[in-house]
Structures are given as structure tokens and as C-alpha cells.
């Protein structure tokens, strides 16, 4: 009876080691992809909002930039349509000493907050801020009220 345990004690444990040698490189590959993918879409929205933020920005400038292919597949079509339209519209047009290309700016901002919502970058961000100020602070209960579950 005992050598048959030892045996099962034995058996279960190389198996264990087998699937944790196999699955554990697994799990840091996909932690690893997902943080990069992570830091990826920070710096392509933080890239956009630089563009945005020049003081030369207009239609044709950020038309033209390298950003504008890389976050094209995730604006909407209306404001892609905007973005690439090759006729004068008011975006362009300085009638009354007003920039237009504000307007531009302001609907490329609003369709950046959308896609920072969809990829959660917004959450993240905030989470982590009061993590770190919880942390730092040690308040417990404050920590637990964050972490509660809704039933």
C-alpha cells in the first residue's frame, strides 16, 4: 500500500512539474504581450495628441503624418472621411478670424478619449493613480471600499 503512494506522490508530482515547466512560460508570454501591446497604444495616443498640440496643425499636416496611418484604423469613418476629403470645407476655411482647425483638433480629441475608453486606457490610468496614492498612504479601508464588488 505505501509503495503504491509513494508512486502516485511521485507520478503526481513530475506530471505537475511538466504542466507548470510547459504552462508557465505560456503565461509570461501572454502577460509580456499584453503590457506591450499596452505600452504600444499609450504612445500611439500620446503621439496623436503631440500632432494635435503643434501650433502648424491643420488638415494636410496631420494627413500627412506617419501617426495619422497608424491610428487610421481605429477612427471612425466619418472622421476619417473628414480627415482625407480633398475639398474646401469649413475646417480649412479662417472666416471671421476663427481657426477652424480647432474644430478638427477638438473631434480628433473626442474620437481619442473613445478609443482610450475601448482600449481602457482611461480606467487603467486612474486606477493605477489611486493605487499608488493608497499605497503610499496605507489606508486600508479606503482600499477596501475601491474593491468592493456590487451583488
Known sequence: MTKEL???????????SIITGLLAPFVNWVIEKKRKQFENRKQLIS???????????????FRKSEVYSRIRPYISKGLDDQIRSTTINLVEKNVDGVDYSDFLREFVNKELSKIEKKWGLIWLFIFSFYDKILSRRGDYWIRRLLTLEVV
Open 6 to 16: 509513494i508512486i502516485a506522490i511521485i507520478t503526481s508530482s513530475v506530471v505537475a
Open 47 to 61: 503621439e496623436v495628441r503631440s500632432i494635435l498640440n503643434r501650433e502648424d496643425f491643420s488638415r494636410a499636416v
